[in-house]
């Protein structure tokens, strides 16, 4: 039985994996359904971790799109989700991309609140971690880039 469970496991997140090439590859309607599948089979295994960030990737991939509203949706939803699990990366994550969503609606003062948040919970993580390696994470490199760029000005 616990076998069963860890390979359904590990297919989810080779799934969710699969979404997020998808995106990096510039297929966002792939992802999105993908993704979509991927949150509903994990939602309904009780894995909130996986369907978090499949959510948030949802989000990111609505946002290349440039449905902002639809990311904003998915962003609303998850964050609170992820703050009561204390999901500190994907909090970070759902604040840059709120950033982006509403630095591209003209709502330049809520995007720099939240860019400015994803700079402070990066700042907690990586003093929390007392070192620099969750600095090579691919999938933080645009919130740290973001976050240094910002520092500077």
């Known amino acids: 039985m616990a076998t069963r469970a860890r390979e359904r496991e590990q297919e ?5 994996r ?12 792939e992802a999105i359904i ?10 309904g295994l009780g894995m909130k971790y996986i369907s978090l960030g499949a959510s948030v990737d ?3 991939a609505l946002a290349h799109r440039k449905d902002y509203a639809g990311a904003r949706r998915e962003l609303t939803i998850a964050l609170p989700k992820c703050e009561r699990m204390n999901l500190r990366v994907l909090q970070a994550r759902i604040h840059y991309l709120m950033a982006i969503a ?9 995007a720099d609140r939240n860019l400015a948040q994803a700079r402070q919970i990066m700042e907690e993580i990586r003093k929390e971690a007392r070192n620099d390696n969750f600095v090579k994470r691919a999938d933080l490199k645009p919130i740290l880039e973001s976050v ?6």
């Open 148 to 153: 240094q760029s910002t520092a500077k000005q």
């Open 34 to 43: 993908s993704l979509r599948r991927v949150i509903q089979d994990a939602d």
């Open 102 to 110: 509403l630095g591209n609606t003209g709502q330049s003062n809520d």
């Open 18 to 29: 699969l979404g997020r090439v998808a995106i990096d590859e510039g297929r966002f309607p």
């Open 12 to 16: 989810l997140i080779a799934r969710h």
């Open 58 to 60: 949802v989000a990111d």
